[in-house]
């Protein structure tokens, strides 16, 4: 997730949170004021019948009449029950229906002298009042109607408001923090366009002093001390390639004279052969480097050529073949093949040829026969190379690293060689967006898997 989608996410969960706890503060505080005002209408309604009873010559007579004209039903749905001394019942608003009422009530009465009781339907106010020298128990039902459909409308509007301001105020956070994190997006697209071969570009800063302007600085200060070292590490690698060329040739020419012209011992004909190949390795390898430092995977897609795979394969082949005469290679194209393939790929020869090299070099040097079979298969999107020889197979262990640099197998003892063959192979494949692995079906077959993108 990035971080204007996180600070924008924090800040309406934040303010969700807030605006809920307060909506429902308001929701109670609301409610418990409903409550309270109806008992208070309660309280008000019971002395206004009190203060009728109180002065009533006739009650029996009197209330129908009164209570029609100051009935409270429409607001409150309200019942009123009144009876006397003996708890008999003298009075009911209810008309037509049979009329209940709870007696326990009634005799709670004589030791309390109200009751309100809100958590019943409907809720009931309840108290003994002693009217010109006798006593009398008036029992009060009402349905807070208005209140409770109040109370809804007010509960609909809290959650209407709360959901359309998290929207709003997600929409705004995103929106502001787009604005906000705006400069920093442009520098991440900028650093983004940084290469090894672009590092003496530097990104736009501006002369404030937020935070933004004094990490693009910095991200300057750091290319170009990062440029200086690259610049230095690639001159020293080409200078010191270059140099070491020319005695490297000289040697390979002076023991090759020696070899052929040279009378000696057996045994040293067999030294100085080795020799010889050792002078050819770190020829190669010095090479590679060379080639190496001139390119990286941004600039390298700027000189690619069609390339025929199999002219690269043959080219190598002879290559190793004069270092190591008794290499045999059986070239295949596979039946899977599709048909009017061309075998070809995009690529730099040169980097190709070396990748060939050290796969053919591999097969030459760690094989039981001295044999490398290649099996080509081309399809509407890949291009695979299959390199396979007889010879002791790498470890399970060994597998994960085979590709690091200095990586020597298990295989390697007593064979001379760098480390740095395999490692090169797979960097000049990666600059070819290709992919190579490894795999051993069996205790004796090595195969090197290699996969071009033809698309």
């Known amino acids: 997730m990035s971080l204007k989608r996180k600070i924008a996410l924090t800040l309406s969960i934040s303010f969700s949170l807030l605006f809920g706890v307060v909506l429902i503060i308001i929701y109670i505080s609301f409610n418990d004021f409903r409550r309270e005002e109806f008992k208070e209408r309660f309280i008000r309604r019971l002395g206004f019948t009190t203060n009728f009873i109180s002065k009533s010559k006739n009650f029996e007579e009197e209330a129908p009449i009164f209570f029609n004209e100051n009935s409270?039903?429409?607001?409150?749905?309200?019942?009123?029950?009144?009876?006397?001394?003996?708890?008999?019942?003298?009075?009911?608003?209810?008309?037509?229906?049979?009329?209940?009422?709870?007696?326990?009530?009634?005799?709670?009465?004589d030791s309390k002298t109200d009751i309100y009781q809100e958590n019943?339907?409907?809720?009931?106010?309840?108290a003994l009042k002693n009217i010109n020298g006798e006593n009398y128990y008036i029992l009060t039902y009402a349905y807070d109607t208005n209140g409770k459909s109040k109370l809804a409308y007010l509960k609909y509007l809290l959650i209407t408001a709360f959901i359309t301001c998290t929207l709003l105020i997600g929409f705004f956070s995103y929106y502001f923090m787009g604005k906000f994190l705006k400069p920093l997006e442009d520098l991440n697209k900028e650093i983004s366009e940084v290469t090894a071969h672009k590092l003496t570009t530097q990104i736009s800063a501006e002369e404030s002093n937020d935070e933004v302007s004094?990490?693009?600085r910095s991200?300057?200060?750091?290319?170009?001390?990062?440029?200086?070292?690259?610049?230095?590490?690639?001159?020293?690698?080409?200078?010191?390639?270059?140099e070491i060329r020319t005695p490297i040739t000289r040697m390979a020419f002076q023991l090759e004279n020696l070899i052929k012209f040279g009378n000696h011992s057996p045994e040293t004909v067999t030294s100085l052969?080795?020799?010889?190949?050792?002078?050819?390795?770190?020829?190669?390898?010095?090479?590679?480097?060379?080639?190496?430092?001139?390119?990286?995977?941004?600039?390298?897609?700027?000189?690619?050529?069609?390339?025929?795979?199999d002219e690269i394969i043959f080219e190598s082949f002879d290559i190793v073949k004069k270092n190591y005469p008794n290499l045999r290679m059986d070239f295949l194209i596979s039946e899977n093949t599709q048909e009017n393939a061309f075998l070809t790929i995009k690529g730099v020869a040169s980097l190709l040829t070396i990748v060939f090299i050290n796969l053919?070099?591999?097969?030459?040097?760690?094989?039981?026969?001295?044999?490398?079979?290649?099996?080509?298969?081309?399809?509407?999107?890949?291009?695979?190379?299959?390199?396979?020889?007889?010879?002791?197979?790498?470890?399970?262990?060994?597998?994960?690293?085979?590709?690091d640099a200095f990586m020597r197998g298990n295989n390697s003892q007593n064979i001379?060689?760098?480390?740095?063959?395999?490692?090169?192979?797979?960097?000049?494949?990666?600059?070819?967006?290709?992919?190579?692995?490894?795999?051993?079906?069996?205790?004796?077959?090595?195969?090197?898997?290699i996969v071009f993108s033809t698309t």
Do not use: C
């Open 360 to 403: 053919l070099k591999n097969a030459a040097v760690y094989s039981d026969d001295a044999q490398a079979k290649i099996l080509i298969t081309e399809t509407e999107s890949q291009l695979i190379i299959q390199v396979s020889s007889h010879g002791k197979a790498i470890s399970e262990v060994e597998k994960p690293k085979l590709f």
């Open 219 to 242: 991200f300057n200060t750091m290319i170009a001390r990062l440029n200086d070292v690259f610049q230095s590490q690639k001159d020293f690698t080409a200078s010191a390639s270059h």
């Open 120 to 126: 019943t339907s409907p809720e009931i106010y309840a």
């Open 416 to 449: 001379a060689g760098s480390g740095l063959g395999l490692r090169i192979v797979k960097r000049v494949l990666e600059y070819h967006n290709a992919e190579i692995s490894y795999a051993s079906p069996s205790e004796n077959l090595n195969i090197f898997k």
């Open 72 to 109: 409270d039903n429409f607001l409150l749905n309200e019942t009123i029950l009144i009876f006397n001394a003996k708890k008999q019942l003298i009075y009911s608003t209810i008309k037509d229906e049979k009329v209940t009422w709870d007696h326990k009530l009634l005799t709670k009465l």
């Open 273 to 309: 052969e080795q020799m010889l190949k050792d002078v050819y390795q770190l020829s190669d390898l010095t090479n590679s480097l060379m080639l190496l430092t001139k390119f990286d995977k941004e600039n390298i897609q700027s000189i690619y050529e069609e390339i025929r795979i």
């Open 214 to 216: 004094i990490l693009a």
